[in-house]
């Protein structure tokens, strides 16, 4: 199977002095040259790279300095794939900073950046270091709650060179992904992902989280923010399946509460009798036509409950 050529351009975003130029060289290697757009007061190299047959072309552009502010921002963004939202480890106020950097990229390239990896750079600066990978990912289930969409984090030193080549290595996974080229993403360790619907296993936090994606993505849609419907499409359908999720826990703690309910049935019965009302008595069933009985029925169950006579 022979492969496709790709060319992707790719945003480094966050606040000055991360050390996003730093990463961008890094990445470039030795003999690595710049060109600074003035018109945009961006900075951009590329690079082309080979992944599973795929023949990349990585633009990497990074905003310098002061010029985030003033430029002509819609050029930067302007036909952006992807972006890396970068803070400094040792600044916790660069890494709250990304949720304005994430509402950039998404308003200001019309919607087409949608693909985020979040790099805490710095890590050789283990003295100085503030921002905790922990806290760093608590943060990010914010970012997930504000946008819906999934967000990969590792920690990247410029400076050693630390997860550099892993961290456009998997953006250049992730945008093939899109493109529905089949690409196998084996994460390492070092790799968090963070998305809508994992890791708190809070399911009612998720169910809200969800809903408010939706709602958020449909209010970007009316005010002409995404130019595609599909996003809210994607949305609905993770709110559908974080519902499954909680109906099925909802299931559980039912089970289990009805299983309590016979336990201590039958530990009570047991003073008098024995333990076999723990299997299941018949007067227990659900029946959906006769659901004033059943209530009734409950009610005796969770008072003080009469020994079922066999
Ligand atoms: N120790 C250390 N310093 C870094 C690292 N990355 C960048 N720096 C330093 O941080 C400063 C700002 O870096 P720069 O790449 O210009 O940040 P930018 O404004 O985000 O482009 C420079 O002095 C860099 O040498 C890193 O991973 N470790
Ligand atoms: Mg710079």
Redo the contacts with the bound molecule.
Sequence with gaps: MSGKQFIFKILLT??????????RERYMGKGFQGSYLKTIGADFASKKVQIDNNAITYQIF?LA?QDAYVAARSSFYKGGQAAFL?FDVQDPQTLTNLSTWVKDCMENSGGTIQTFIILG?????VETRQVSNEMAVEFIQHLVAQTGLTFYYME?????GKNIELAFDLMGKRLLKKHNIEIDINLPDEVYEIGPGMGSGNVEKEVAEAVETVVQASDALIGGIYTESNILNERVSKLEKAVVKLAKKTDLIDQKLTKLVHIVKGIVAGEKEDLSSLEQPSDVQDDEENAEEDKKKKQQEFGVPPIPKK
Excluded at 14 to 23: C, F, N
């Design positions: 966050g606040d000055g002095a991360v050390g996003k130029t730093s990463i990074d300095g970068v750079n710095k890590a050789d600066l990247t030193s410029a400076k050693t």
